[in-house]
Protein backbone atom coordinates (compact mmCIF):
# COMPACT_ATOMS: atom_id res chain seq x y z
CA UNK A 1 0.00 0.00 0.00
CA UNK A 2 2.72 2.72 0.62
CA UNK A 3 4.49 1.81 -2.50
CA UNK A 4 1.03 2.68 -4.68
CA UNK A 5 0.42 5.77 -2.15
CA UNK A 6 4.05 7.18 -2.98
CA UNK A 7 3.59 6.54 -6.92
CA UNK A 8 0.23 7.77 -6.93
CA UNK A 9 1.72 11.05 -5.07
CA UNK A 10 4.67 11.47 -7.59
CA UNK A 11 2.27 11.11 -10.60
CA UNK A 12 -0.07 13.82 -9.11
CA UNK A 13 2.49 16.31 -8.31
CA UNK A 14 4.22 15.49 -12.52
CA UNK A 15 0.77 16.27 -14.06
CA UNK A 16 0.12 19.32 -11.88
CA UNK A 17 3.56 20.70 -13.21
CA UNK A 18 3.30 19.56 -16.52
CA UNK A 19 -0.23 21.15 -16.89
CA UNK A 20 1.12 24.24 -15.46
CA UNK A 21 3.57 24.57 -17.61
CA UNK A 22 1.90 24.68 -21.03
CA UNK A 23 -0.97 26.85 -19.36
CA UNK A 24 2.26 29.21 -18.75
CA UNK A 25 3.76 29.06 -22.28
CA UNK A 26 -0.06 29.23 -23.46
CA UNK A 27 -0.84 32.73 -21.24
CA UNK A 28 2.54 34.33 -22.71
CA UNK A 29 1.74 33.35 -26.31
CA UNK A 30 -1.36 35.28 -25.98
CA UNK A 31 -0.12 38.06 -23.97
CA UNK A 32 2.89 38.46 -26.30
CA UNK A 33 0.24 38.36 -29.73
CA UNK A 34 -2.27 41.06 -27.91
CA UNK A 35 0.78 43.37 -27.82
CA UNK A 36 1.92 43.10 -31.35
CA UNK A 37 -1.88 43.36 -32.40
CA UNK A 38 -1.62 46.79 -30.37
CA UNK A 39 1.43 47.84 -32.01
CA UNK A 40 0.25 46.96 -35.42
CA UNK A 41 -2.60 49.13 -35.09
CA UNK A 42 -0.76 52.34 -34.18
CA UNK A 43 1.92 51.77 -37.03
CA UNK A 44 -0.91 51.28 -39.34
CA UNK A 45 -2.04 54.73 -38.38
CA UNK A 46 0.89 56.24 -39.66
CA UNK A 47 2.25 53.57 -42.81
CA UNK A 48 -0.74 52.53 -44.01
CA UNK A 49 -0.25 53.00 -47.12
CA UNK A 50 3.08 51.52 -47.31
CA UNK A 51 1.69 48.48 -45.38
CA UNK A 52 -0.81 47.93 -47.53
CA UNK A 53 1.73 48.69 -50.71
CA UNK A 54 3.86 45.69 -49.58
CA UNK A 55 3.01 41.91 -49.75
CA UNK A 56 2.34 39.87 -46.67
CA UNK A 57 5.28 37.88 -45.30
CA UNK A 58 4.45 34.90 -43.16
CA UNK A 59 5.54 35.23 -39.51
CA UNK A 60 9.21 33.46 -38.60
CA UNK A 61 8.70 30.07 -36.75
CA UNK A 62 10.78 30.71 -33.42
CA UNK A 63 13.54 28.65 -33.06
CA UNK A 64 13.21 26.04 -30.20
CA UNK A 65 15.18 26.11 -27.45
CA UNK A 66 18.20 23.74 -27.12
CA UNK A 67 18.25 20.83 -24.78
CA UNK A 68 15.35 18.73 -23.26
CA UNK A 69 12.49 20.77 -22.58
CA UNK A 70 10.89 21.21 -19.02
CA UNK A 71 7.65 18.36 -19.58
CA UNK A 72 11.06 15.89 -20.52
CA UNK A 73 12.94 16.84 -17.83
CA UNK A 74 10.42 16.26 -15.17
CA UNK A 75 9.07 13.01 -17.21
CA UNK A 76 12.88 12.01 -16.65
CA UNK A 77 12.42 12.61 -13.09
CA UNK A 78 9.26 10.92 -12.43
CA UNK A 79 10.82 8.16 -14.18
CA UNK A 80 13.96 8.19 -11.90
CA UNK A 81 11.60 7.94 -8.86
CA UNK A 82 9.55 5.27 -9.72
CA UNK A 83 12.36 3.08 -10.23
CA UNK A 84 13.79 3.53 -6.80
CA UNK A 85 10.04 3.07 -5.60
CA UNK A 86 10.40 -0.13 -7.51
CA UNK A 87 13.64 -1.54 -6.35
CA UNK A 88 12.92 -0.66 -2.75
CA UNK A 89 9.60 -2.24 -3.35
CA UNK A 90 11.27 -5.10 -4.77
CA UNK A 91 13.55 -5.82 -1.97
CA UNK A 92 11.51 -4.26 1.47
CA UNK A 93 13.82 -7.25 3.65
CA UNK A 94 16.84 -5.58 2.59
CA UNK A 95 15.52 -2.09 3.44
CA UNK A 96 13.85 -3.34 7.05
CA UNK A 97 17.23 -5.56 7.70
CA UNK A 98 19.17 -2.45 7.32
CA UNK A 99 17.12 0.14 9.94
CA UNK A 100 17.13 -2.62 12.21
CA UNK A 101 21.26 -2.75 12.21
CA UNK A 102 21.52 0.87 12.11
CA UNK A 103 19.14 1.04 15.42
CA UNK A 104 21.14 -1.41 16.92
CA UNK A 105 24.17 0.16 16.38
CA UNK A 106 22.75 3.70 18.05
CA UNK A 107 21.46 1.57 20.94
CA UNK A 108 24.56 -0.04 21.53
CA UNK A 109 26.44 2.57 21.00
CA UNK A 110 24.01 4.66 23.43
CA UNK A 111 24.45 1.94 26.34
CA UNK A 112 27.99 2.12 26.30
CA UNK A 113 27.73 5.94 26.51
CA UNK A 114 25.77 5.53 29.33
CA UNK A 115 27.92 2.83 31.34
CA UNK A 116 31.08 4.97 30.71
CA UNK A 117 29.34 7.51 32.68
CA UNK A 118 28.49 5.68 35.04
CA UNK A 119 31.82 3.40 35.53
CA UNK A 120 33.34 7.18 35.44
CA UNK A 121 31.28 8.70 38.51
CA UNK A 122 31.32 5.67 40.67
CA UNK A 123 34.62 5.61 40.18
CA UNK A 124 35.05 9.64 41.34
CA UNK A 125 33.34 8.83 44.14
CA UNK A 126 36.07 6.59 45.24
CA UNK A 127 38.07 7.98 48.82
CA UNK A 128 40.05 6.59 51.62
CA UNK A 129 37.39 4.65 53.19
CA UNK A 130 39.28 3.78 56.28
CA UNK A 131 39.22 7.55 56.96
CA UNK A 132 35.53 7.84 56.95
CA UNK A 133 34.39 4.10 58.30
CA UNK A 134 32.61 4.32 61.59
CA UNK A 135 33.08 1.22 63.67
CA UNK A 136 31.62 2.89 66.58
CA UNK A 137 28.43 0.33 66.12
CA UNK A 138 30.11 -2.33 67.22
CA UNK A 139 29.78 -1.45 70.79
CA UNK A 140 25.98 -1.45 70.49
CA UNK A 141 25.94 -4.61 69.21
CA UNK A 142 24.82 -7.60 71.34
CA UNK A 143 27.68 -10.51 71.46
CA UNK A 144 27.11 -14.15 72.38
CA UNK A 145 29.97 -16.26 73.61
CA UNK A 146 28.49 -18.85 72.58
CA UNK A 147 28.43 -18.40 69.27
CA UNK A 148 31.07 -20.21 67.07
CA UNK A 149 33.57 -17.48 65.59
CA UNK A 150 32.69 -18.15 62.31
CA UNK A 151 31.95 -15.85 58.69
CA UNK A 152 30.14 -16.78 55.41
CA UNK A 153 30.24 -14.65 52.48
CA UNK A 154 26.41 -13.24 50.87
CA UNK A 155 25.03 -11.46 47.96
CA UNK A 156 22.78 -8.67 48.13
CA UNK A 157 19.64 -8.14 46.24
CA UNK A 158 17.55 -4.63 45.45
CA UNK A 159 20.20 -2.83 45.50
CA UNK A 160 18.99 -0.59 42.63
CA UNK A 161 15.85 0.40 44.19
CA UNK A 162 18.08 2.05 47.81
CA UNK A 163 21.30 3.11 45.89
CA UNK A 164 22.90 4.87 43.24
CA UNK A 165 26.51 4.85 42.18
CA UNK A 166 27.36 7.24 44.78
CA UNK A 167 27.30 4.47 47.26
CA UNK A 168 30.24 2.29 45.50
CA UNK A 169 32.68 1.36 47.74
CA UNK A 170 33.50 -0.56 50.72
CA UNK A 171 30.70 -0.96 53.09
CA UNK A 172 30.05 -1.80 56.96
CA UNK A 173 26.87 -2.54 58.74
CA UNK A 174 24.44 -5.39 59.98
CA UNK A 175 22.44 -8.32 58.58
CA UNK A 176 19.21 -7.55 60.64
CA UNK A 177 15.99 -9.95 60.57
CA UNK A 178 12.21 -8.12 59.35
CA UNK A 179 9.96 -10.49 60.51
CA UNK A 180 7.35 -7.57 59.59
CA UNK A 181 8.11 -7.32 56.17
CA UNK A 182 5.07 -7.88 54.63
CA UNK A 183 6.63 -9.96 51.31
CA UNK A 184 8.75 -12.20 53.28
CA UNK A 185 8.77 -12.73 56.87
CA UNK A 186 11.99 -14.72 56.59
CA UNK A 187 13.67 -11.52 54.94
CA UNK A 188 17.09 -10.54 56.51
CA UNK A 189 18.05 -6.34 55.90
CA UNK A 190 21.28 -5.09 55.25
CA UNK A 191 21.65 -1.98 56.71
CA UNK A 192 24.89 -0.07 56.36
CA UNK A 193 26.25 1.34 59.79
CA UNK A 194 24.80 5.24 58.54
CA UNK A 195 21.36 3.36 59.26
CA UNK A 196 20.50 3.38 55.69
CA UNK A 197 18.78 0.11 53.82
CA UNK A 198 20.97 -1.03 50.96
CA UNK A 199 18.97 -4.13 50.30
CA UNK A 200 18.33 -7.71 51.73
CA UNK A 201 19.72 -10.86 51.21
CA UNK A 202 18.54 -12.66 48.33
CA UNK A 203 15.64 -15.75 48.50
CA UNK A 204 17.60 -17.98 46.78
CA UNK A 205 20.30 -17.83 49.91
CA UNK A 206 18.22 -17.63 52.59
CA UNK A 207 18.25 -21.07 53.68
CA UNK A 208 22.48 -20.80 53.36
CA UNK A 209 22.03 -17.82 55.83
CA UNK A 210 19.46 -19.60 58.16
CA UNK A 211 21.55 -22.38 58.35
CA UNK A 212 24.94 -20.29 59.02
CA UNK A 213 23.02 -18.02 61.83
CA UNK A 214 21.03 -20.24 63.20
CA UNK A 215 19.80 -18.27 66.18
CA UNK A 216 18.64 -15.41 63.98
CA UNK A 217 20.70 -12.57 65.90
CA UNK A 218 21.41 -9.40 64.01
CA UNK A 219 25.11 -10.14 62.42
CA UNK A 220 27.30 -7.25 61.31
CA UNK A 221 28.83 -7.64 58.24
CA UNK A 222 32.11 -5.85 56.07
CA UNK A 223 31.68 -5.27 52.07
CA UNK A 224 31.93 -3.57 48.84
CA UNK A 225 29.35 -2.02 46.55
CA UNK A 226 30.62 -2.01 42.57
CA UNK A 227 29.55 -1.30 39.50
CA UNK A 228 29.19 -3.94 36.85
CA UNK A 229 30.24 -2.59 33.71
CA UNK A 230 29.41 -5.16 31.35
CA UNK A 231 25.13 -4.71 33.02
CA UNK A 232 25.48 -1.27 34.06
CA UNK A 233 24.13 -2.79 37.50
CA UNK A 234 24.89 -2.33 40.89
CA UNK A 235 26.36 -5.37 43.02
CA UNK A 236 27.63 -6.05 46.37
CA UNK A 237 29.41 -9.12 48.19
CA UNK A 238 29.26 -9.09 52.06
CA UNK A 239 30.74 -11.09 54.85
CA UNK A 240 29.05 -11.50 57.80
CA UNK A 241 30.18 -11.97 60.67
CA UNK A 242 28.65 -14.19 63.97
CA UNK A 243 29.34 -12.02 66.76
CA UNK A 244 30.89 -14.10 69.08
CA UNK A 245 32.87 -11.52 70.54
CA UNK A 246 33.40 -7.25 69.82
CA UNK A 247 37.17 -8.51 69.11
CA UNK A 248 36.84 -11.34 66.96
CA UNK A 249 34.23 -8.99 65.09
CA UNK A 250 36.57 -5.93 64.49
CA UNK A 251 39.58 -7.69 63.80
CA UNK A 252 37.68 -9.49 60.71
CA UNK A 253 36.07 -6.19 59.51
CA UNK A 254 39.43 -4.64 59.91
CA UNK A 255 41.24 -7.12 57.83
CA UNK A 256 38.87 -6.77 54.65
CA UNK A 257 39.36 -2.63 55.07
Given at each position: ??F?????I?????????FRD??DKS??R????????????K?????S???N??????????A??SG????DQ???E???A?L????A?????G??G??I?E?KNA????V???QE?L??S????????????D????DN?E???D????T???D??G??Y?????D??????V????P????D????????N???L?G???????????DF???N???P?V????LD??R??L????????????E??????E?E?
Amino acid sequence: MLFYAILGIIVLVALFLIFRDDHDKSYNRSEKKAQRQSDNVKKSAVYSKKENSRPKVAPKAQAKPSGPSIKDQLLGEIRDAILEVTKAADNPKGIVGQFISETKNAIDSTVKEVQEALYTSASNTNIDVQEVIDLSFLDNLEYDEDLEENTETFDITGLRYHCTVHDCGKIVGVVKPEPSNVHDNRAQAVIRNDGKLLGYIPRTQLDWYEDFNKENVTCPFVGEIELDRSRAALVAEIKVILPSSQEFVREEIEAEL
